[in-house]
Structures are given as structure tokens and as C-alpha cells.
DNA sequence: CGCCGTATTGAGCGCTCTCAACGAGGGTGG
DNA sequence: CCACCCTCGTTGAGAGCGCTCAATACGGCG
């Protein structure tokens, strides 16, 4: 696949991925050894829940192994997948710094290894270190743009449009640690993609359905990779 | 009308509003003084533009008189609009701190009298002022807080739903200065609306309609009121 | 083999969009 | 002062997208 063409596709859909600098591999050294001086381990099963919307917020938590869905749930039942974190990645810091309840729910979306930071500790982490509180500044600051990005794609783009860009995501997202190929798999369930994209299982299986038959993207079993990603991202208007 | 359903009901919207803890009744003395000190005044005239999506930001803005919308521009030419800031508020910090481009536009709605701060200044402020610099993470974490819930409207609520909430926002965002009463004169014109209730001006003008015939708002001229909070606060569905 | 959860397909309805026409109001120039 | 134009708001009609309900296939597991 083209490598220019790649990278501009990449660049493209940053705009819609948290992508924090906020990582196990972008860290400085000394600041992540400061952070993470009595980080606790946590092993989750799938499907267990790490915390609740509308529950006090405890601490942080870094992403060794594993994958967590942090979702809303509607006022009709219904439930939004926000977003998809996976190893390396830090998350749970905006809700205590912000003093909010949790205003979402983290569920394991495979066996998860996560390392975890006592609220305290987190904050005192922050008071002591300007360069740390630079960072999560910065960070912060960033992702209320991919924020407004996103909001844009749902109050105005069409499912099939949404469906090729969260494919895309989703292509990063499941990204191996050291992946050299292009092609992730893809493997999350039918109900849980329509929760992300945002809109019915039903109208989710059809879209993907008409993707596949146009040859975007194969299937193996429930797994999903993508195989024109000039296509989706052409689709998906970004 | 009902002192505490009223309470109930706009700290129920408040999960959808920015109401930055960052304005100028809300900074101590002090930082306030501090962040304003080498401040320049800026006038705008209605429609007149602020900066444009895409573009290296200057600088942070408080709004001293008049709203400025925060708008952002689709692929296929449709506008979103994000925000409306009115009097008091302060932005384009976010921007700033993340080191991006303009994700979006900002727009005179009205005349507008603004306090503009210079970038270097604003950031040599935070730096100085680990206050200052605490208020405006917890902001920004508060703030990311709305945007999950702004993500969740749009994505799983129908333009009805959708509608009852914005009206019940723009009724805040429409308060003038030392307002008593409850209702407040929203005066937007049909496209802005629609743009930023995420549909057509055709549909929301149907939408609008309904609402009338049902007593839940009151229109004169252009100008909208709401007569009865409860019920658009019910099919908003907060 | 039968069961259960998940995925897929079908059908029909309703919401929302688009295109098109009409109306109302304000401003401008004759 | 009137005629015209331009913008904005409103209404109508029709098409299509996306939702819901219901039925059917598939696959792993007891």
C-alpha cells in the first residue's frame, strides 16, 4: 500500500482518535516512574466492569494488557460506546481532576491487564510536577478538539459514512503491540460496533454487509479487516 | 413556576452546557487581574468573524458584550455549530494549551465587545499561576464531560429530542445580564438554529411548529420563549 | 442432538432529508 | 410613496434512510 497515501489517511483520522501523548510510550522516563511509584495491579476478565457511570472515581488506570470500552448509557436504554482503549493507554484522569462523577462506564472488552493509580497519589503526582501537569494539560487540550471532530460526525454524517471512519479507528485500535502489517483484526461483536457507530445492529450488518460486497473489507468469521482503505476514508468524508 | 423543578431541571441541562467555571464572576480577583493585565479590547460587528477553522490561534477571548458562535464546517459544505458564548465567557484557550490549529470558526451573533489576551501572555500566565493553572484543567476536565454527553445527544436522539434540549440551553445562554425572570428572549434565526440542533431548517421549523401548537414555546416575531420547561425538559429526555 | 446467544435477512413504517414553491418583511432605488 | 428585490421563514410533497419487529441462519457448548 502506498506510504504516502497511508500517512495521509492516518493523519486524517487522528483528528477523530484521542491518540493521548498521555502513554506508556510517550511519557518521560522519570515522570512515568513518578506516576506509576505505587501503581497496584488489576487483572479484569471480559466483560467485567471496571467502573460505573455516576460512581465516585477512585483513581487512574494504564493499559498494560487488553482492551476497555468506556460507554454512556441513554435515558432510552440505549448505550454509546465513546470510546476504545488499549495497552499503553491512560484514562480516568479528565474525571478526577474535573471533581465529576464518572459520567461513564469502563467494561473489559477482552481479559485486561491494567495498572492502577490511587486518586491521591494521581493528584499529588500532578501538584508536584509542572512538566506532568504540562502534559495533561496539553493533552486535555487536544482531545476537546477530536471531541468537537466527533460530535460533528454524529450530528451530521450518515451511518455508512460513520461505519468507514470508526473502521478505520478501529484498525488502529486493534493494532497489535509492534503490528508491522497494515490490516488489523478487527474483532468486536456486532452489538458492540453498532454502539460505537451509533445506530441499530440490524443497520450496522447491512452496511458492513454492502462494504464487504464492494470488497472494502473481508470477513473471517466475525473478525473484520480492512482491505481499500482509500475507499472507507473517501466514504467517510474525512 | 416551580422553584425547585426549575432547579432540578437546569442542573440537569447542565450536563450539556459548557458554563466554563472560567468567567469573569467566577476568577478570583487576583488571576483575573493578572490574566487581563496587558488585555486589548476587540469590537465586532454582527456576522463579523472572529478566526476561521484552520488557522494558527492568536490568543484567548473574553466576551464583555454579545455572543459569538463556535462553529465548525462539514465536508459537504454543512455547518455544525458547537457553542454559543455569550457575555462573561472566556475561550480559544484549549486551542492554545493543545498547540493546534482552529478547529473551528467563531463568529459574531451580535455586536460584541471582547478582551483579547495574547498567546505568550496567556501561556507565561498559566505558568506563573499554578491557580490559574489548576482552574483551567479542572475546567477542561469538567468540560470533556459535556462533550461525552453532546456526543451521546447527537449520536441516539431524534431532532424532537434534540431540539427541547438546545431550547432549553439557549434559554441560559439567552439570560441578559441581572435577568430575572425565567424566560428569555431567544433570538436566533432559523438557520443557526437548525445548524445547531443538527438538521434542516425545513425540519426544524416543522419541529418548532409542533412545539407551538402545544404551548410548550411562544413565538413573537423571530424570537422564541419557552412556556413550559417541564415538558421540553421531558421530551429532551436529561 | 438440542440449546442458547449472536449474526443475518426481510418487511414495513416513520422520521428526516431534499427539492420546490410560496409568504412575509425589510431595505433600496426610482 | 411605491415597486421591486432579497433574505428569511414556512409549507407541501415525495423519496430514501434508518428503525423496529419478526423470522431465520449460524456456531459453540453442554
Redesign the interface.
Known amino acids: 500500500m502506498n506510504l504516502l497515501l497511508k500517512s495521509r489517511i492516518q493523519n486524517s483520522i487522528s483528528?477523530f482518535m484521542l491518540s493521548s501523548n498521555l502513554s506508556l510510550e510517550n511519557l518521560p522516563e522519570t515522570e512515568l516512574s513518578f506516576l506509576l511509584a505505587d501503581a497496584k495491579k488489576i487483572s479484569l476478565r471480559r466483560k467485567e466492569i471496571l467502573f460505573r457511570e455516576g460512581e465516585p472515581p477512585k483513581g487512574i488506570y494504564m493499559i498494560t494488557r487488553g482492551k476497555i470500552k468506556i460507554s454512556?448509557l441513554?435515558?432510552?436504554g440505549?448505550v454509546?460506546i465513546?470510546f476504545i482503549y488499549t495497552h499503553g493507554e491512560l484514562f480516568g484522569?479528565?474525571?478526577?481532576?474535573?471533581?465529576?462523577r464518572q459520567?461513564?462506564t469502563a467494561t473489559a472488552l477482552e481479559d485486561c491487564e491494567l495498572l492502577f493509580i490511587e486518586k491521591e497519589q494521581f493528584l499529588h503526582a500532578?501538584k508536584s510536577s509542572p512538566l506532568l501537569?504540562e502534559l495533561?494539560?496539553?493533552?486535555?487540550?487536544?482531545?476537546?478538539?477530536v471531541?468537537?471532530?466527533?460530535?460533528?460526525v454524529?450530528?451530521?454524517?450518515a451511518i455508512r459514512e460513520r461505519l468507514a471512519l470508526f473502521l478505520l479507528i478501529l484498525n488502529e485500535t486493534y493494532k497489535t503491540p509492534n503490528q508491522i502489517i497494515e490490516e488489523s483484526e478487527i474483532h468486536m461483536n456486532r452489538n458492540d460496533l453498532a454502539a460505537y457507530t451509533?445506530t441499530s445492529v440490524e443497520n450496522l450488518v447491512r452496511t458492513l454487509k454492502t462494504f464487504r460486497e464492494s470488497g472494502y473489507v473481508r470477513m473471517e468469521g466475525k473478525s473484520i479487516f480492512i482491505q481499500d482503505f482509500e475507499a472507507l476514508h473517501s466514504i467517510s468524508?474525512?
Open positions: 483528528n454512556q441513554n435515558y432510552n440505549a454509546q465513546l484522569h479528565r474525571t478526577i481532576m474535573g471533581n465529576d459520567p461513564v500532578i501537569a495533561f494539560m496539553k493533552s486535555m487540550s487536544h482531545e476537546f478538539s471531541l468537537l471532530n466527533r460530535i460533528n454524529f450530528a451530521q454524517r451509533g468524508g474525512s
